[in-house]
């Protein structure tokens, strides 16, 4: 686990990460809106009851591959958010224990330009690169280090804490339960973390992420 924190640590520039850009459009009490332009993510995805059990795994593969295992070698630098895609079976504000369901998780690491416009191919048959088209979303923020547990509940404040508006453009786009967990900090961080819950909203008349059930569209596998 060391060595992997080395790693880590050494593929973090010295100014910090660079931030997958994005453009606040609206701020309320306890969220925000946000607009996403087109970005280049590469991703990859696991099924499991548990985030906190793939979420090691699927982070390895796509440090990896910006590690330099991927068609050309190439180094990408690290870069902020390590965004989830959660998609379960069946919301869980309704009252079900996180443990009964079962989750598709899908982590992206956002890819920065000049690497953006011709990523290698991914040598790992599991990691993707995908095309986001723009991307509307409430977002709820908090801090400290997070679980399954948390997680579920920080969802569960920003669909509460939705304008009676807002709430129906979720419920338009997405059954409540689909929403991104999204993390700003190396694993070494102990204080002033920032932590996401992302919850895509419907544009009426655009084609793309907010109406597609899983957001992104792959464009390059191996």
């Known amino acids: 686990m060391s060595s992997l924190f080395e790693r880590i640590k050494s ?8 931030i ?12 925000e809106e946000r607009i996403y332009p087109p970005q280049t993510w590469v991703r990859t995805s696991m099924r499991n009851n548990s985030r906190e059990d793939c979420t090691y795994p699927m982070f390895w593969k796509l440090f990896n591959y910006i590690s330099g295992q991927n068609g050309r070698q190439l180094k990408i630098p690290m870069t902020a958010p390590v965004s989830v895609l959660v998609q379960p079976d069946d919301d869980q504000c309704g009252g079900a224990a996180a443990g009964d369901l079962q989750t598709t998780f899908t ?5 920065p330009a000049p690497f953006d416009q011709d990523p290698p191919e ?6 993707t690169i995908e095309y986001r088209p723009e991307l509307r979303i409430f977002v709820r923020t908090y801090g400290g280090f997070t ?3 948390i997680d579920q509940e920080e969802r569960c404040h920003l669909l509460a804490s939705l304008t009676t508006e807002d709430r129906e453009m979720v419920q338009q786009s997405q059954p409540g339960s689909v929403h991104y ?7 070494l961080k102990l204080f002033f973390r920032r932590n996401e819950i992302w919850l895509p909203i419907i544009q009426p008349g655009l084609t793309g992420v907010n109406n597609q059930s899983d957001g992104i569209t792959t464009i390059l596998t191996p």
Not at 107 to 111: R, V
């Open 181 to 187: 967990c999204a993390g700003y900090d190396p694993p």
């Open 147 to 149: 679980n399954d547990r």
């Open 11 to 18: 593929a973090i520039p010295s100014d910090g990460l660079q």
């Open 20 to 31: 997958a850009p994005y453009k606040v459009i609206r701020q309320v009490q306890d969220y």
């Open 122 to 127: 991914p040598n790992e048959s599991s990691v």
């Open 107 to 111: 982590m992206a690491f956002y890819i």
